[in-house]
């Protein structure tokens, strides 16, 4: 039995299990690089009964996660990193001018041009990837790689927004990434801001797993050693629990503009064929070949959930 990686319980079950060749294969196909290095054995999919988190790990207990010539080579392509995604424009009405901002996995910083000025000029990033750092002092952003667990140490209560964009599925440990936000945070009692909130907030945008993307077949950019785990309402509700947090709001992005292809082309092969991880058969390539025409006839509704969800908890 496999605890999990966010709660700790052992009351966790494997669901599925995806070979070591067919994640390689996606990898050399949606990537052109070779991850064999990162991904040396069969992969289990874990589902946490507690937090309700789905995790991976290798069938012999390590978690694959990209290093950092993976990142440097993803950074490369320009879709990778967006200057502007809806989670930053509602994430900033959580700032005040005078917050003091922590991001972690800030990639090239762009979330700092969403900030007020005077919040800008306090704010700092933590970022693995070194040509992100490169990218963010291009405009003008200081950024330091440094794991944000050794960061928190000398930098305990210095800040009154911690947040992470599209961050916490791709680490290793997710429960000592988090306490070691919240670490950083300062007392409640000492950071009341303006507008009615608490600026002494933890902001967390992941990929939802109530989302569309749930029923994405092969998508590589959802599993390792891109992704290790997915998150449903569920469990950014279980989070609140797990760290004495409260969840103030929880939000849930139409679809984006940039993901309507990605949606019409899932929910189209839904109609014909169960969704598994992996499918690397041939009914899957007719259908999907099919719906480069078929996916024309899939309507959107008003109240589907788009890719990410944003929770916002405060500090009790």
């Known amino acids: 039995m496999t605890n999990c990686i966010l709660c700790h319980s052992n009351n966790t079950e494997i669901t599925q299990e995806v070979k ?88 090239k910083a762009a979330f700092a041009h969403f900030l007020p000025q005077e919040a800008k000029a306090h704010y700092v990033g933590l970022e693995f990837n070194t040509q992100a750092k490169e990218l963010a002092a291009k405009n003008g952003i200081l950024i330091e790689n440094i794991p944000i667990e050794e960061y928190a140490k000398s930098h305990a209560h210095s800040f009154d927004i911690a947040c992470s964009f599209q961050v916490l599925e791709h680490v290793s440990n997710p429960h000592g990434f988090i306490s070691a936000q919240i670490q950083c945070l300062k007392d409640s009692q000492l950071s009341m801001g303006g507008g009615g909130h608490n600026s002494s907030l933890l902001i967390i945008a992941v990929p939802s797993e109530d989302s ?11 599993m390792p050693p891109h992704h290790i785990s997915r998150f449903s ?23 984006q503009n940039e993901h309507i292809e990605f949606y019409k082309s899932t929910m189209w092969a839904k109609l014909f064929l169960p969704t598994p991880l992996v499918d690397r058969g041939f009914f899957r390539k007719i259908i999907n070949r099919l719906g480069r025409i078929g996916k024309h006839c899939i309507k959107i509704p008003p109240n589907a959930y788009g890719h990410t969800a944003v929770a916002i908890y405060k500090i009790k």
């Open 20 to 107: 070591q060749d067919d994640i390689n294969a996606l990898c050399r196909k949606v990537y052109g690089m070779d991850t064999s290095y990162l991904i040396t054995n069969d992969l289990l999919y874990h589902h946490c009964k507690s937090c309700d988190l789905r995790f991976f790990t290798t069938k012999d207990g390590t978690i694959p996660t990209g290093d950092n010539n993976f990142y440097n080579t993803l950074t490369e392509l320009d879709w990778y990193y967006f200057s502007e995604k809806h989670e930053y424009s509602f994430a900033k009405q959580f700032i005040n001018k005078d917050s003091k901002v922590l991001e972690v996995g800030c990639g």
């Open 212 to 222: 569309f993307i749930q029923y994405c077949v092969n998508g590589i950019l959802n």
């Open 233 to 255: 309402d569920n469990t950014l509700h279980n989070i609140a629990d797990i760290f004495n947090l409260k969840l103030i709001n929880l939000h849930h992005e139409n679809v």
